[in-house]
């Protein structure tokens, strides 16, 4: 079993900035690529960015491009979220995903679907 654990939520100020943390462990598991996704209660999941181990490519959704960057290091299975210029509607529990699925198109690694594994979550509230 591979195990996902999401540190560095909390409460902040709009306009503010967080760094989310995710560590995999567990089995052997050869990952191709971490995502990060939010939901928020009532809604469906959400993409937010995800990279790509082999090239080290990133993806965003628009709404976070420029304010957001992914970044890890495949052989520590680590990967991380800066959020800058935080907005109340990214208010939500984020959650890191990885993948062992290879992709030519870095649009595929959005799907929740290509995501075996999963962390519990961490909760990020904006303030207004």
């Known amino acids: 079993q591979v195990q996902l654990i999401e540190s560095g939520g909390g409460l902040v100020q709009a306009d503010g900035s967080l760094r989310l943390s995710c560590v995999a462990s567990?089995?052997?598991?050869?990952?191709?690529?971490m995502g990060w996704f939010r939901q928020v209660r009532g809604k469906e999941r959400e993409f937010v960015a995800s990279i790509e181990w082999s090239g080290g490519s990133t993806y965003y959704t628009d709404s976070v491009k420029g304010r957001f960057t992914i970044s890890g290091d495949s052989a520590k299975n680590t990967v991380y979220l800066r959020m800058n210029s935080l907005k109340p509607e990214d208010t939500a529990v984020y959650y890191c995903a990885t993948s062992s699925s290879i992709y030519d198109g870095l649009s595929d690694y959005s799907a929740p679907g290509v995501y075996p594994y999963w962390g519990q979550g961490t909760q990020v509230t904006v303030s207004s």
């Open positions: 567990g089995r052997t598991f050869s990952s191709s690529a």
